[in-house]
């Protein structure tokens, strides 16, 4: 029988909204911090935490309701769940599926780590851009001081 069709209805029983799936397993949460979900929630969602998952070992999923992320809203999920596969529920069936694409550079979705960037200090708003050094595993360069950025502190630094 079609196994990944079950586990696939098994997590899209909502009416209408987004299902982010294959989030790394503990991830779940920073998902939603990075999608500003986590504040006053004013949209249900649900987390589905540490699945067994044949490629991953374990994942996460998140269900938003009543809410179709935007691609722009994806791409800052690559910078954490950079295999997250996305679909857009309506009326109970998949509508669409979308893909996070992280790109080349990150531009104004988080700022330079280090205090004494240049980037931070100017007199003229400067754009903040990361760019991608590396995809696996995932390091981030600032543009203006070429400094590689610190994974573990990244959403502290989330615009
Ligand atoms: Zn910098």
Same mark, same amino acid.
């Given at each position: 029988? $079609?196994?990944? !069709?079950?586990?696939?209805?098994?997590?899209?029983?909502?009416?209408?909204? @987004?299902? /982010?799936? +294959?989030?790394?397993?503990?991830? $779940? /949460? /920073?998902? &939603?911090?990075?999608?500003?979900?986590?504040?006053?929630? $004013? @949209? #249900?969602?649900? /987390?589905?935490?540490?699945?067994?998952?044949?490629?991953?070992?374990?994942? *996460?999923?998140?269900?938003? !309701?009543?809410?179709?992320?935007?691609?722009? !809203?994806?791409? =800052?999920?690559?910078?954490?769940?950079? +295999? %997250?596969?996305?679909?857009?529920?309506?009326?109970?069936?998949? %509508?669409?599926?979308?893909?996070?694409? &992280?790109?080349?550079?990150?531009?104004?979705?988080?700022?330079?780590?280090?205090?004494?960037?240049?980037?931070?200090? $100017?007199? !003229? #708003?400067?754009?903040? =851009?990361?760019?991608? %050094?590396? +995809?696996?595993? &995932?390091?981030?360069?600032? +543009?203006?001081?070429?400094?590689?950025?610190?994974? *573990? @502190?990244?959403?502290?630094?989330? &615009?």
């Amino acid at each position: 029988m $079609a196994a990944p !069709e079950t586990a696939m209805r098994r997590v899209t029983a909502i009416n209408n909204g @987004t299902v /982010l799936d +294959h989030i790394p397993a503990g991830k $779940a /949460l /920073l998902v &939603l911090k990075m999608l500003g979900l986590d504040g006053e929630m $004013a @949209t #249900p969602v649900s /987390l589905v935490m540490n699945v067994p998952s044949g490629k991953m070992g374990g994942k *996460d999923i998140v269900k938003v !309701e009543d809410r179709e992320l935007t691609q722009s !809203e994806l791409d =800052r999920l690559a910078l954490i769940a950079p +295999h %997250a596969s996305v679909a857009i529920i309506r009326a109970y069936n998949v %509508a669409e599926k979308r893909v996070v694409n &992280l790109g080349e550079e990150v531009v104004n979705v988080i700022s330079c780590c280090f205090n004494n960037c240049a980037s931070l200090g $100017a007199r !003229e #708003p400067l754009d903040h =851009r990361l760019k991608v %050094a590396t +995809h696996e595993p &995932l390091s981030l360069r600032c +543009h203006y001081c070429g400094r590689t950025q610190d994974m *573990d @502190t990244l959403v502290d630094n989330l &615009l």
